[in-house]
């Protein structure tokens, strides 16, 4: 046997080469034949040694392309050596790949900055090559591929392992040269090249697939319908929702996981968990819903894709099917224009064609954003803050804002922060949710805002005193100023214990309320020495129902001066004028169901506390128990007048909290 040197290089001449497996030992005597491939693990006899034979290992660069590596492992604890079995060595001949379908590219063609090999010098089809490392795969760059596979978030080592463990098949063949292609699927992400497998086209991520909704000749019918009443009879209509999803550049980015790019995600999780959401919860599909939906994509300029559109499975089918372009720059404050001017508009029809403002419809915006906006000049932040005043001003309390943010730093939304508490602190209703870049978020955000609608419209449609012909007022009120605030006193009321007025404080008995007794008991004021309380005037929270302050008891000496004393609590009223706030007609319901909640949680870690399975068993440890706080009411009563006023008092939790209406 020749030696290594003299031997002919594999593929390196016009005819067939071949690789021997052979051994350099010239004591070596074959006796049996038996053919190996081209890596294999042999086991020994009672030693257990093994032999791996690599021969298409060319990784290393001090390693020449036809040199034969042999890694022995002994599984003894004292010696180790390399023993061959007495086997007759079989030549195995490769032939070359055709030489038609190899390819010279030029030097630019290739991606110096990324590592990886930029031949292939063993010639064997890449997808059939599973013993070859990954990193040894050529990859040819573009320019157009480079910045896809950066905007998307794919790296060169994915496209490696694609043509290594992907399916592939055949992709559509070049429009202009009509040249053949090929297409490597593997999890998740579809790359496709050249013929030769080794030019980069493009890549993306593969997306998920979201079935649309069968449309019968009742779904058509019903449709049109709505679009009839929706026209003919606006009044009619319960809640009309306005839709702002960005579209400007950096939402091609493909960071989500199970879509193609952000865009994709904001009309995927829109369909499904916000339109598909609310439209599985309803009772009876035949019932006609009198809902519109209005989308606006924004770019430099608002543009409206949907007007009034009926909230059905037709609308559903259309957000699937819209061929979104993400591109541009994105302005806020033109769209924010845009659907003002829409809103305010249908707003004032319905006035002038005589509904009173207890009928009018629920007025939302969702405005959907990956980051800070383009307009930033001065006087842009101001512009949007008397957009959204002067909406919330004509609307009050029918209007809701729902910022959501699409992104990983949730610092890069201090505006979309900003616009919700614009819209709360004048009286409607703003809430900003931060999504991230999760697929499961995003869903989460649309479905919270799905939920809080139809409690909404759960809320307008619902039964009602028909000898009340007046509809609930709210009350006028300032929202409290958010944030750190140093160095300012917020305004506030305080009241002491003397002749002009009476304090007291009621805990809820439930016990005494199923025994159909009296069930307020007088426990006192919660801090010894209080003889007072001390009530901002400004709301920090609305709800649909109530408005909470900031509350403290507080104790007042013989010179008149008031001073805090206790912790901070929170004290809940009726957000509703000429509603009474007496602890018997306003707060009792509320008390019953938090006592419900409390007695229900202690019983639950008495459960958990005798259950042998969650003993610990050194007894260090113990489970959670589930907390619910108990609510008291502080009534005050004006002694002159005898007129009462109560308020629900809860202690103040620090921390962001998310409320779910199920």
Known sequence: MAPP?????????ETESFIPISSSSSSFQPRTKARLPLTEKTSRDNNSQKVIIDLLNDSDDNQSDDEIEFVKEMKTKTKKGVQFSE?????????????????????????????????NPSGIHPSSEHSRATADFAVLSSHHGRARRKLRHISKYDLRAAVKYGRKVPANPCQRTREPRWKFMHNGLIYITDTTCTREITSYKEAITIEPYPVSIATMEHHTELKRILKEEPYLCTGHTYIIIDQSGSMRNSDVDGFKSRSHAAYGTLSLEFIAEQLSQRPNQDDLFAESVTVIEMREEGEVVFERAPFDWILFNRLLKRKNVAKYAGNYNESLTLVSEMILKEHNNLLEDGTEQGELPNF???????????????GCTQKRTEILQNMVDSLKEKFSLFAIGIGAREAEFEVLQSMANTVTENGGSGQFIHAGLSTVKLSQSFSQISTTLTSHRTTLLGDENPQDSNPKQTKT?????????????????????????TINRYRFDNALFKRKTYPWNDVGLATHGANGVEIETKPFGKGSERLAYRFHEIKQGENGDCKRVGKTHVAKNSVHLLESETKEAFHEDFCLVQSTAYDLAEQFNDAVRESPLLKSITGETRPPELKFMLCHVYTITDNKTKKEKGYL???MLNGKFTKYNR
Request: net charge positive; glycine share 8%.
């Open 364 to 378: 939302s915006l969702v405005f959907l954003s990956d980051g800070k906006p383009s307009d930033s000049k001065p």
């Open 649 to 651: 008092v809860e202690k």
């Open 87 to 119: 086997i007759e060595h079989e030549v195995f001949y490769f032939k070359r790949y055709p030489i038609e379908l190899q390819s010279s590219p030029p030097l630019a063609a290739i991606d110096e900055n990324e590592q990886g090999s930029i031949n």
């Open 477 to 501: 009120f300032t929202m409290r100023q958010t944030g750190k605030i140093v160095g300012k006193t917020m305004p506030s009321e305080k009241i002491c214990i003397g002749k002009s007025h």
């Open 5 to 13: 040197s003299d031997r002919k290089r594999p593929f390196g001449g």
